[in-house]
């Protein structure tokens, strides 16, 4: 948890600078992408009840948004393999928006990409930056626990609509 919230290019930097001084960040950013790409193509599992989620909305004719501070190509590999990358109708990455989760532009552009009105849209988030900035701009968040962050729990539960452990409580 001592790098959650923080970008590859940061930890990377901390590392190299902090602990591991024989290695450029450079290197250090190689290493730390590539085991985590192969993490999400083997073994990253989804919270529990995701899936089923995401099959009742498609089965409805919900459509839904990706947003997430991961590069692409982490998030794909968790997706194909879990068989999810026909769920989303949008996928915005915060490195390909120039931005971060933690701004209200980010979760703007996805509704104005799904077509719909900022106050139409139920936001699913386990970090309380990005929850906040969605409900700045008059998003509903569903706060769902995450153990990485369990620090800022309480308030992110304060200002959800509804907080669950995870997917299968909805």
């Not at 959650?4 to 190299?16: D, K, P």
């Not at 089923?52 to 968790?78: F, H, K, Y």
Request: with cysteine; charged share 20%; aromatic share 10%.
């Amino acid at each position: 948890s001592t790098f959650h919230g923080l970008g590859f290019e940061v930890a990377a930097e901390h590392l190299s600078r902090t602990y591991l001084p024989q290695y450029s960040p450079e290197a250090l950013m190689e290493q730390i992408v590539q085991r985590i790409t192969d993490a999400y193509r083997s073994e990253v599992e989804p919270k529990p009840g995701a899936t089923a989620l995401l099959q009742e909305l498609a089965r409805q004719g919900i459509p839904v948004a990706v947003v997430t501070s991961n590069r692409r190509p982490l998030a794909e590999a968790a997706f194909r393999r879990l068989g999810w990358q026909d769920f989303f109708r949008v996928f915005i990455t915060a490195r390909e928006f120039g931005g971060s989760k933690q701004s209200p532009e980010i979760f703007r552009y996805a509704a104005s990409q799904l077509g719909a009105e900022p106050a139409q849209c139920l936001v699913f988030e386990d970090s309380l930056p990005p929850a906040q900035a969605a409900v700045f701009i008059g998003m509903s968040v569903v706060a769902i626990l995450d153990a990485a962050d369990r620090q800022h729990w309480q308030q992110l539960s304060a200002l959800a609509v509804d907080a669950e452990r995870d997917f299968t409580q909805l």
